[in-house]
T-cell receptor, first 117, second 110 residues
Framework: SAVISQKPSRDICQRGTSLTIQCQVDSQVTMMFWYRQQPGQSLTLIATANQGSEATYESGFVIDKFPISRPNLTFSTLTVSNMSPEDSSIYLC??????????????FGPGTRLTVT | DAKTTQPNSMESNEEEPVHLPCNHSTISGTDYIHWYRQLPSQGPEYVIHGLTSNVNNRMASLAIAEDRKSSTLILHRATLRDAAVYYCILREGSGYALNFGKGTSLLVTP
């Protein structure tokens, strides 16, 4: 299993500013993902954070708006840039160990609740 | 990605079994069936997954239809702490992100 922490747990930001969210895992993991959960909605994948290379973004998400870093196997950051009220969401990171066999489970962080005013 | 269909909401009495259905008629032979749940104000947590055979763990059981076009998550004795949104997700294998649908919101009443 994995213990995941996210910082900050919540923040209120002004439009036009940027916020960097940190995801820290207590052990080395193979995969790290970033999701967004808008109010009352399900989770949507933003991108896969790749260690040592550029993140892989899903349709509708771009690097300029959501730059992601993953400098090692236990840490990743997601920046929400030039924020607008539409960016108000919960942002979650998840991790996965890749071992023998398929269908491995993912572990999720507690989320960062962002409100943009 | 193959899609899943779940009821929007279900209700159960405490200490009774709960059967949460999921339809996935376009499932491919390599798709695993995963279930996650999200308790209020928390990130999702893994519940169970399977490929073809029924699966049991300490949290729940997963019953998979013979043609794999549907599955049922079984909570043997619902508690108030089981009130959550339950997501049925198809995934090809390790390393792929999870494609969350709307899930089933389970209400457990005393």
């Amino acid at each position: 299993s994995a213990v995941i922490s996210q910082k900050p747990s919540r923040d209120i930001c002004q439009r036009g500013t940027s916020l960097t969210i940190q995801c820290q895992v207590d052990s080395q993991v193979t995969m790290m993902f970033w999701y967004r959960q808008q109010p009352g909605q399900s989770l949507t994948l933003i991108a896969t954070a790749n260690q040592g290379s550029e993140a892989t973004y899903e349709s509708g998400f771009v690097i300029d708006k959501f730059p992601i870093s993953r400098p090692n196997l236990t840490f990743s950051t997601l920046t929400v840039s030039n924020m607008s009220p539409e960016d108000s969401s919960i942002y979650l990171c998840s991790v996965e160990f890749i071992g023998s066999g398929n269908g491995n489970e993912q572990y999720f962080g507690p989320g960062t609740r962002l409100t943009v005013t | 990605d193959a899609k899943t269909t779940q009821p929007n909401s279900m209700e159960s009495n405490e200490e009774e079994p709960v059967h949460l259905p999921c339809n996935h008629s376009t499932i491919s032979g390599t798709d695993y069936i995963h279930w996650y749940r999200q308790l209020p104000s928390q990130g999702p947590e893994y519940v169970i997954h399977g490929l073809t055979s029924n699966v049991n763990n300490r949290m729940a059981s997963l019953a998979i239809a013979e043609d794999r076009k549907s599955s049922t998550l079984i909570l043997h004795r619902a508690t108030l702490r089981d009130a959550a949104v339950y997501y049925c997700i198809l995934r090809e294998g390790s390393g792929y992100a999870l494609n969350f649908g709307k899930g089933t919101s389970l209400l457990v009443t005393p």
